[in-house]
């Protein structure tokens, strides 16, 4: 059984930070159960952190001491090996794009595939599922702008819309008015407006 966890670490220490440590990509060290135990106590030994159901992660060594890895890091490597699309939230989103000055308190990420929340030491991250739209443009400033409006809601985004007018470059106003076949109606009218005003 030491042989195997040995083995664990060696592929867990290879990865890149937050790249989670999944018992189905170990099969080839050993029988489902083996891995699971292995795992379970490369968790007791604190060699290993369980931040989900099947999911370990490693913790980052630092000369402060150990910390979990950071959550984005988690999140994208986590969507990266499940074919997942994930962007943060609207909250998040309307924050950085200076539209409200309220900064979440929880990280949340949308994601296309199901709801789930991930544990990295005493951080709870939330992975909410939404639909196709409000994942568009990912990593872009024109779809934090409208993951941002989509938080907002209706009775904000005029005004929220005038604000990006001014922040956003061309291009990225542009791709968003290009988005806007995919948005709820409520949006796209928002949108539409301001591409005949401006």
Do not use: C
């Not at 979440?104 to 929340?117: A, H, I, M, Q």
């Not at 779809?143 to 209706?154: D, K, Q, S, V």
């Not at 604000?163 to 076949?181: D, I």
Request: glycine share 10%; hydrophobic share 45%.
């Amino acid at each position: 059984m030491e042989v195997l966890a040995t083995r664990i670490m060696e592929h867990g220490n290879g990865l890149p930070e937050g790249t989670p440590v999944v018992a189905k990509e170990l099969l080839h060290l050993g029988s489902r159960a083996a891995v699971d135990q292995a795992l379970s106590r490369l968790v007791q030994r604190g060699t290993l952190m369980r931040a989900g159901r099947g999911i370990y992660v490693r913790p980052v060594e630092s000369r402060f001491g150990t910390r979990p890895p950071v959550a984005s890091k988690v999140v994208e490597a986590i969507a990266a090996q499940r074919g997942e699309s994930v962007a943060p939230h609207g909250a998040a989103a309307a924050n950085e794009l200076g539209l409200t000055t309220q900064v979440p308190v929880r990280e949340v990420y949308l994601t296309s595939g199901r709801s789930r929340r991930l544990k990295l030491g005493a951080q709870v991250v939330e992975l909410r599922h939404v639909p196709a739209w409000q994942l568009v443009l990912p990593g872009r400033p024109a779809g934090a702008a409208i993951r941002a409006l989509a938080w907002l809601g209706p009775k904000r985004a005029s005004e929220a819309l005038r604000t990006l007018q001014r922040k956003l470059s061309p291009s990225e106003l542009r791709a968003v008015v290009a988005a806007r076949g995919r948005l709820p109606t409520w949006m796209a009218q928002e949108v539409s407006a301001l591409a005949h005003n401006g």
